[in-house]
């Protein structure tokens, strides 16, 4: 099972988790969590104006063993206009555009997408069950 939680935030609410949202899936080969602004494909779905976040912007896929792996699709741009850091215990690193990295099992974490331009950012939490 992978278990997520997101919170838009911006300047004016850091530190808030009004408008938290939950999504999860069960570790089955195939199965698919996305996070973004297009609600017809994303289970956790970011405001609409927030052109940082692509309309499909992070991809959960379960893998043939079970695991779970992120990637940050690559959106309409050449460049993002964001930056996507993963920490997982006392690890931490940036995520590259259109990268892909597996998720720890029985580990939780935290998914930022973070605004170039602006005091804004997506956090999506994360839990991977072993």
Same mark, same amino acid.
């Given at each position: 099972?992978?278990?997520? $939680?997101?919170? $838009? *935030?911006?300047?004016?609410?850091? %530190?808030?988790?009004? %408008?938290?949202?939950?999504?999860?899936?069960?570790?089955?080969?195939?199965? *698919?969590? /996305?996070?973004?602004?297009?609600?017809? @494909?994303?289970?956790?779905? $970011?405001?609409?104006?927030?052109? +940082? @976040?692509?309309?499909?912007?992070?991809? +959960?896929?379960?893998?043939?063993?079970?695991?779970?792996?992120?990637?940050?699709?690559?959106?309409?741009?050449?460049?993002? @206009? #964001?930056?996507?850091?993963? $920490?997982?215990?006392?690890?931490?690193?940036?995520? %590259?555009?259109? #990268?892909?990295?597996?998720?720890?099992? %029985?580990?939780?974490?935290?998914?930022? @997408?973070?605004? /170039?331009?602006?005091? /804004?950012?997506?956090?999506?939490? +994360?839990?991977?069950?072993?």
């Amino acid at each position: 099972m992978l278990e997520l $939680t997101m919170a $838009t *935030v911006s300047g004016e609410d850091a %530190g808030a988790t009004a %408008g938290m949202t939950m999504a999860e899936a069960p570790s089955e080969p195939g199965a *698919v969590l /996305r996070v973004g602004r297009d609600a017809s @494909v994303c289970r956790l779905v $970011t405001p609409e104006d927030w052109l +940082f @976040v692509s309309r499909v912007h992070l991809e +959960f896929v379960c893998g043939p063993d079970g695991g779970w792996h992120l990637t940050w699709l690559r959106g309409s741009q050449p460049d993002p @206009v #964001a930056e996507v850091r993963l $920490t997982a215990g006392e690890y931490a690193q940036p995520l %590259g555009y259109g #990268a892909t990295v597996a998720l720890p099992r %029985g580990g939780s974490g935290e998914i930022v @997408v973070q605004d /170039r331009t602006a005091p /804004r950012s997506v956090n999506v939490g +994360f839990y991977h069950e072993a």
